[in-house]
């Protein structure tokens, strides 16, 4: 299958105007900027993913896994934004796989970490029922195993750096779940200085204790997962690094001013001050996202500099679609709703002991499908009383086996959506069963219900036999 999104060309001064190369006699390859930024930045070829020949081997590799906060499809310059430049992760891209039609396993915060860390959809747990969560009466069972905890058995080191959200102490916490240590915040969002919360508690936690650091919050973070990676390790080891960027309130760092009005209400008692929304632009975000990125790109210089790059794998996503000010072009709705702006996410992988660099794949993936191949190449096994929701792509990247057709399957409250192929069934707030075919329709305008109606009914009872499955909202 193809999307003509993978055939565009992206980035430059003039999106879309970039030009597009042939390698060999292959497929069209795909314009991708250069990690130079600017507009004169020319384009790298990209080309379809290919596993890498003659096959290679490796030990069993360190992984980083990035996560941005409320990051749109398009919100990088590697996927098509005008106006933002991520020369750092245009450049991850560049040396690794980028991933076109890659989707986060829900459509808001914790469901998604749910779904990464269980390797399940989030309607498998109690606290994976919550559209976020919000309070302290659900969270990740520590009973259950993770990502975390199956690597650490494994014989992996395991750090969490950045956001939780997957419930509050004293019940829930990385440290119950696997993770050897965690340095962030609980909640699902924070005040960037003051680390207050949408409670008017404070929220940076080293461990199960306080931690007290005032500076802004992604200083902090890339700094101590600059420290993580440096460390010499004496065993293959795991990071989440979880950036709250660029989700709200929208403070760019040096923003002390902004701050401190959110502080004054938050103390007030204004329980939405944190949702700020009576500010933020296009520009701020813009300064956000491109701090996200060189906060990254510090990140991946500090793993370079310790001599490990070769052996890790790295994986940069979003852990839903984008919010208020990102740009999801062609793609419709946002955050928190199912249809592909809010689920469709940037997804990119670079292995380069592995993998080959320089490649883009429409291969449809979502989250819980990244805990089984992680899980797969780092040969640890999943627990035979928790099965795995996702599919391992290890064979595939790494072997150029094919991955079996198979439906990806959604459910929010209110929404429903299946994808198995290019057909993605979906059902809105409205109530009405819709059929779009994405590989012609990506922005899911033509509803092809009406004249496809034996192929609506086989994926609306393909997604109720799973959904029978799950608990209970």
Known sequence: MSSPLSRRAFGGAAAGAAAVAAVGAAAPAHAVPAPAAGPAAAPTAERPFRAAHPRRHS?????LFILGDDLGWADLSSYGAPHIRTPHLDRLARDGVRFTDAYSGSATCSPTRFSLYTGRYPGRTKGGLAEPIADKSAGLEPTHPTLASLLRDSGYATALIGKWHCGYLPDYSPTKSGWDEFFGNFGGALEYYSKLGLGGEYDLYEGDAEYKDLRYYTRILTERASEYVSRDHEKPWLLNLNFTTP????IADGDEEASAEIVRRIKAGDRSALWHQDGGSVEKYKEMVEDLDRSV???LKALKRSGQEQDTLVFFASDNGGERFSYNWPLAGNKGSLQEGGIRVPSVLRWPARIDGGQVSDLPVFTPDWTATLLDVAGARPHPAYPLDGTSLAGHLLRGEDVPERDLFWRVRGERALRRGDWKYYRGKNGRDQLFHLSEDTREQADRAPFEQA????LR?????????????
């Open 455 to 458: 192929r609506l009914a086989e």
């Open 59 to 63: 030990r069993r590799p360190n992984i």
């Open 247 to 250: 989700h709200w309130p929208w």
């Open 461 to 473: 009872a393909a997604w109720e036999r799973i959904d029978a499955g799950l608990l209970r909202y």
């Open 297 to 299: 790109g510090q990140v």
